[in-house]
Every structure is written in C-alpha cells, then in structure tokens.
C-alpha cells in the first residue's frame, strides 16, 4: 500500500472514529434529559455493554499498526511527542486484550491513565503543528520537527490528530460500555 492510500484509509476512519466519539457524547448527553431521552440512552448502552472492550481493543489495535506501518514500513521516523503518545497506546492493545479475554469490567480503570494522558497530549502535539509560538516548549530536535506533519488531509487531520481521535473514542466506548453493563445488571435485577 502506498502512502496516500494509507492516507486516504486512516483519514476515513478517524473520521468515522470522530463520528462514533460524538455519537456517544450526544447519547450521554440526552441521558441526563430524562424520561424518553433517558431510555433511549439506557438501550444504546446496555446494547453497547461488553462489546465496548472488544470494540476499544480493535481501535487501539488498528492505531498501533497504522502507528507502526507509518514508521517501520513507510520510514516516517516519529518525533518526540510522537514517541509520548505511543508509549500511552501501545500498552491500550494488552491492557485491553487482557480485558476482553478475562470478560473483566475493571479494565477501564487499567486504560484509563493511558487514554487520559494519551488524549491531550496528542492534542497538545496536534496544536504544535498549527501554533507556532507552542512550538518553543517542546524538545523536538531539528532532524524530527514536532511541529511539522508528515501529511495532513482534510486541512485538519494529521497523525496526532488520529491518534487523539483514537485515545477520545478509546475512552468513550469503555465508558460508555461501563455504563451499559450497570444498566443490564439493573434491569436483571
């Protein structure tokens, strides 16, 4: 696969993981409407329930080898604050495998530190390259610019704005999906 084919594949599912992101926000958000908005987000969840983990494994599996293709097939050497939101989401993909195997609810509390640090830090490296005066605070060497995207598509979206996008949804889903675990554990009850 060539790089703009890459491109072109990961640029289409950030975008859907932006739209999967603001789903569940807007779900959250009419629960606290009550009444018939409330149901309805009580079945979006309980229906989301345990396949949240699966569903935040293959978002952070999917991120890791598109992170690797990037580097180790296509050469583009990550930068520093590349290399920080790597080590926040490489671990997602055995912490939340972890989870899924072992059915364990617990696991949000496991990824949570990663994605909550993982997320702003890709934004803080997203507006890196867009502020140039933020340029000055990081550490980046001259060889492997922080500031400058090896592509960008969209006008917006650049690798940490995917990888933002993935630590966001990654978040949501097992929020969400914790959400709808109580709500089935109610209903059973």
Not at 53 to 59: K, Q, Y
Not at 138 to 153: A, D, I, K, R, W
């Amino acid at each position: 696969m060539d790089l703009s084919t890459a491109n072109t594949f990961f640029t289409t599912l950030t975008f859907l993981a932006n739209i999967a992101f603001l789903a569940i926000v807007v779900i959250g958000v009419i629960a606290l409407f009550g009444g018939s908005a409330r149901r309805f987000s009580t079945r979006a969840a309980r229906l989301l329930g345990a396949r949240a983990r699966v569903a935040a494994l293959v978002v952070a599996a999917v991120t890791t080898a598109g992170s690797l293709y990037y580097s180790e097939v296509k050469g583009l050497i990550p930068c520093e604050l590349c290399w920080f939101q790597r080590i926040c989401m490489y671990p997602l993909v055995a912490i939340l495998a972890i989870g899924v195997i072992r059915k364990d609810r617990a696991v949000i509390w496991y990824a949570m530190p990663f994605f909550t640090i993982g997320a702003p830090l890709a934004l803080y490296h997203w507006l890196v390259e867009r502020v140039p005066s933020l340029d000055s605070s990081t550490s980046c060497t001259l060889g492997v610019p922080c500031n400058v995207p090896y592509f960008e598509e969209l006008g917006y979206i650049t690798l940490a704005f995917m990888d933002m996008s993935a630590f966001l949804l990654i978040g949501a889903l097992l929020w969400m999906g914790r959400a709808g675990e109580r709500a089935n554990e109610e209903a059973a009850t």
